[in-house]
Protein backbone atom coordinates (compact mmCIF):
# COMPACT_ATOMS: atom_id res chain seq x y z
CA UNK A 1 0.00 0.00 0.00
CA UNK A 2 0.98 3.43 -0.50
CA UNK A 3 0.80 6.43 2.56
CA UNK A 4 0.36 9.58 1.43
CA UNK A 5 0.60 12.65 4.11
CA UNK A 6 -0.09 16.26 3.17
CA UNK A 7 1.24 19.39 5.19
CA UNK A 8 1.62 23.13 5.00
CA UNK A 9 -2.39 24.38 5.18
CA UNK A 10 -3.09 26.74 7.66
CA UNK A 11 -4.92 30.24 7.26
CA UNK A 12 -3.17 33.18 5.19
CA UNK A 13 -4.71 36.77 4.22
CA UNK A 14 -5.78 37.17 0.58
CA UNK A 15 -2.51 37.85 -1.65
CA UNK A 16 -0.24 35.37 0.60
CA UNK A 17 1.17 32.13 -0.48
CA UNK A 18 1.66 28.74 0.99
CA UNK A 19 3.34 25.70 0.27
CA UNK A 20 1.81 22.32 0.30
CA UNK A 21 3.59 18.99 0.53
CA UNK A 22 2.67 15.61 0.24
CA UNK A 23 5.13 12.84 1.27
CA UNK A 24 4.73 9.15 0.30
CA UNK A 25 5.49 6.23 1.96
CA UNK A 26 5.07 2.65 1.76
CA UNK A 27 4.95 0.85 -1.60
CA UNK A 28 6.30 3.66 -4.11
CA UNK A 29 6.64 3.81 -7.28
CA UNK A 30 8.30 6.46 -10.07
CA UNK A 31 6.00 5.96 -12.41
CA UNK A 32 3.11 7.40 -10.02
CA UNK A 33 1.01 10.29 -11.62
CA UNK A 34 0.38 12.88 -8.64
CA UNK A 35 -2.26 15.05 -8.24
CA UNK A 36 -3.58 18.34 -5.88
CA UNK A 37 -7.50 18.30 -5.33
CA UNK A 38 -9.44 20.56 -3.22
CA UNK A 39 -12.75 20.94 -1.69
CA UNK A 40 -14.93 23.16 -0.05
CA UNK A 41 -17.89 22.70 1.68
CA UNK A 42 -20.84 21.91 -0.45
CA UNK A 43 -18.96 21.24 -3.67
CA UNK A 44 -17.65 18.68 -5.35
CA UNK A 45 -13.83 17.64 -5.52
CA UNK A 46 -11.90 19.11 -8.60
CA UNK A 47 -8.39 18.84 -9.28
CA UNK A 48 -6.39 21.65 -8.86
CA UNK A 49 -2.59 20.48 -10.78
CA UNK A 50 -1.40 17.59 -11.77
CA UNK A 51 1.97 16.43 -12.67
CA UNK A 52 3.29 13.11 -14.81
CA UNK A 53 5.24 10.69 -13.02
CA UNK A 54 8.83 12.19 -14.91
CA UNK A 55 7.82 16.17 -13.83
CA UNK A 56 7.78 16.79 -17.04
CA UNK A 57 4.15 16.75 -17.99
CA UNK A 58 1.78 19.29 -15.82
CA UNK A 59 -2.13 20.09 -15.88
CA UNK A 60 -3.61 23.25 -14.00
CA UNK A 61 -7.12 23.83 -13.82
CA UNK A 62 -8.45 26.91 -15.28
CA UNK A 63 -9.39 28.61 -11.89
CA UNK A 64 -5.33 28.60 -10.99
CA UNK A 65 -4.64 31.29 -13.50
CA UNK A 66 -1.17 30.75 -13.38
CA UNK A 67 -0.87 31.21 -9.33
CA UNK A 68 -0.06 27.79 -8.34
CA UNK A 69 2.90 25.56 -9.08
CA UNK A 70 3.20 21.93 -8.78
CA UNK A 71 6.41 19.71 -8.22
CA UNK A 72 7.75 16.47 -7.22
CA UNK A 73 11.04 15.21 -5.81
CA UNK A 74 10.79 11.50 -6.51
CA UNK A 75 14.16 10.93 -4.61
CA UNK A 76 12.22 12.28 -1.32
CA UNK A 77 9.37 10.69 -2.82
CA UNK A 78 7.22 13.97 -2.16
CA UNK A 79 4.94 16.57 -4.43
CA UNK A 80 4.88 19.93 -3.42
CA UNK A 81 2.08 22.50 -4.93
CA UNK A 82 2.93 26.53 -4.13
CA UNK A 83 0.50 28.42 -4.22
CA UNK A 84 0.32 32.21 -4.85
CA UNK A 85 -1.54 35.50 -4.86
CA UNK A 86 -4.37 33.24 -2.86
CA UNK A 87 -7.92 34.57 -2.98
CA UNK A 88 -10.34 33.42 -0.39
CA UNK A 89 -12.27 31.02 -2.62
CA UNK A 90 -8.93 28.75 -2.97
CA UNK A 91 -10.48 27.94 0.72
CA UNK A 92 -10.73 24.44 0.86
CA UNK A 93 -9.79 21.00 2.05
CA UNK A 94 -6.43 19.94 -0.36
CA UNK A 95 -5.80 16.61 -1.15
CA UNK A 96 -2.76 14.43 -2.32
CA UNK A 97 -3.53 11.70 -4.81
CA UNK A 98 -1.76 9.25 -6.92
CA UNK A 99 -2.53 6.71 -9.41
CA UNK A 100 -0.22 4.70 -11.84
CA UNK A 101 0.29 5.82 -15.34
CA UNK A 102 -0.54 9.29 -16.64
CA UNK A 103 -2.79 11.69 -14.85
CA UNK A 104 -6.34 12.45 -14.95
CA UNK A 105 -9.03 15.14 -14.11
CA UNK A 106 -11.28 12.53 -13.24
CA UNK A 107 -10.89 11.97 -9.10
CA UNK A 108 -12.06 8.48 -9.37
CA UNK A 109 -9.38 7.72 -11.32
CA UNK A 110 -6.89 8.17 -8.30
CA UNK A 111 -6.29 5.04 -6.42
CA UNK A 112 -4.24 6.60 -3.45
CA UNK A 113 -5.32 9.67 -1.32
CA UNK A 114 -4.13 11.21 1.60
CA UNK A 115 -5.62 12.46 4.70
CA UNK A 116 -6.22 16.32 3.62
CA UNK A 117 -4.68 20.00 4.34
CA UNK A 118 -7.09 22.73 4.99
CA UNK A 119 -6.29 26.03 3.47
CA UNK A 120 -8.05 29.06 4.65
CA UNK A 121 -8.14 32.31 2.89
CA UNK A 122 -9.17 35.50 4.94
CA UNK A 123 -10.24 38.66 3.22
Known amino acids: QVQLVESGGGLVQAGGSLRLSCAASGRTYSSYAMGWFRQAPGKERELAAAISWSGGSTYYADFVEGRFTISRDNAKNTVYLQMNSLKPEDTAVYYC????????????????WGQGTQVTVSS
Open 97 to 112: AARSGRYYTNPNAYEY
